[in-house]
């Protein structure tokens, strides 16, 4: 028997014997409402009652997750192997619920998934880079979505602020459109685009677009995806994120804008301490440039046409700097 049994059982003893329970109290040191409790519980339940019981709460006012919200929380760990982070921006997005970090670990750690499978190691150390003001360089490229559905991406480098639109096909016309939406929708000028060697951006009508509208173009190089990094990753986040959670029969394009201002303003990034696109461009608005200095600053001797053939482009420039 348990000495704290052994001890609640001589006082009631006592007790039966003497029948006062001011007596008792004195003589074994405990208070009258604590007697009186142990009496109860003996008189109920008989010896198994004198057992201490736990005093943890049965439910916390803090308390916020559920047996539903454990469970979702647990399914996007499994099958979308989401980080806290990431979790609690989906948690938010998606089922509109506000879990702080800690919270969303400790359920991690309750159910064993505190630890994901590591990563592949790097087969080399990546170099990376983020340009000073907004707007100084945009990366551009397409993503197929589904039969006849293509993402076109553009985001800036400095603040991370994205425009996304859908197309049927990857063509010159269709680059234009978007350009004029990125255009319109971004908060700051635009002075440098950057994209792959793809025929949709290099065709002629674009790059004279662009030298009409100030606008630098630089293609990168040939089988050099990590140039143009930051689209890339962007279009992976939007695929596990978004279009994992979506039909894309119902209302494609009004619920990828609402993704798209949901990612400028309220979901925080990463590479950005935590803070929202927008937030960051907030920050730099007093540095950032506006389009009739981008005009000015923009020499058009210095710009030239770029073929979509890697060599014969490199070639050109090869004879330009021949005496």
Known sequence: MDADIRKRMAWIRLYDRVGVAGVVCRRCGVSRPTLRKWLRRYERGGLEALVSRSRRPHSHPGSRIDRQIEATIVDMRMNRRFGVRRLQCELLRQHDIHLSLASIHKVLVRNELSRLAPNPPWRHHTKRYSRPIPGDRVQVDTCKIGPGRYQFTAVDDCTRYRVLGLYARRQACHTLNFFERVIDEMPFPVQRIQSDRGREFMAAEVQHWLAEHCIKYR??????????????????????????????????EERLAEWQHYYNWERPHGSLGGRSPMDRYFELSDRTPFWEDVEQNYDRTKERYRYPVYLIDQAIVDVKRCP
Do not use: C, I, M
Request: overall charge negative.
């Open 219 to 252: 293609p990168v190089k040939p089988r050099s995806p990590h140039l143009n990094g930051k689209v890339e990753r962007s279009q992976r986040t939007d695929l596990e994120e978004f279009y994992a959670t979506v039909d894309l029969d119902a209302g494609l």
